[in-house]
Nanobody, 117 residues
Framework: QVQLVESGGGSVQSGGSLRLTCIAS????????LAWYRQPPGKERELVAS???????NYVDSVKGRFTISRNNAENTVYLQMDNLKPEDTAVYFC???????????WGLGTQVTVSS
């Protein structure tokens, strides 16, 4: 059974940094695209960044130059380094993947990030 477990959220001041970690199990990690989504209070969930099996990355415009997604296939882990955080980055951040074989989606439970001005 696929499990995604996020950690690393917290409260920081504007301009600060956080590093989110997602540890995956129960899947062929090397083949899957991994992604981070976020859901701000009262808003819809949005894609923040993704990284495919070849290491190609994609970012939403609002985080380009500030966030970096990376993966460690040996440890079944995906990271989101968040620098120069802004209050508008406040959200619950979710780890996401799709099965390479079945396209089934899987989500973690999320980790809260709060940025104060």
């Amino acid at each position: 059974q696929v499990q995604l477990v996020e950690s690393g959220g917290g409260s920081v001041q504007s301009g600060g940094s956080l590093r989110l970690t997602c540890i995956a199990s129960g899947m062929n990690f090397r083949l899957n695209t991994l992604a981070w989504y976020r859901q701000p209070p009262g808003k819809e969930r949005e894609l923040v960044a993704s990284i495919n099996r070849l290491g190609t990355t994609n970012y939403v415009d609002s985080v380009k130059g500030r966030f970096t997604i990376s993966r460690n296939n040996a440890e079944n882990t995906v990271y989101l380094q968040m620098d120069n955080l802004k209050p508008e980055d406040t959200a619950v951040y979710f780890c996401h993947t799709r099965s390479y074989y079945t396209d089934t989606e899987f989500w973690g439970l999320g980790t809260q990030v709060t940025v104060s001005s």
